[in-house]
């Protein structure tokens, strides 16, 4: 019975032709849902923290900033992974560079 079966499903001698053309056909939606993921996806994320990380090279002593968890202060020190921020008068808090979300100079 199982070898009816497994007779049925296959052409005699192989793939053949038609399995080369079947497996490119199987092929090309995969082609097209990468590519989908890339522009929809991949690369604006991609554009967003390159952005980002020219946003934090730029960022500066006297600076108004937001950062990610919503926290308004104005850059009083700068280290490579650490910025002091001041929230109030004397008030001065240490974020990690990059929580930073937002720059607002001061002009």
Partial sequence: ????????????????AAGGASAFMNIIPLVFMFAIFYFLLIRPQQKKAKEHKSLLDALKKGDRVVTAGGMHGKVTALDDKLVTLEIANGVNVKFNKGFIGNVEREG
């Fill in 1 to 16: 019975m199982f070898g009816l079966a497994f007779a049925m499903g296959t052409p005699p001698g192989g793939a053949g």
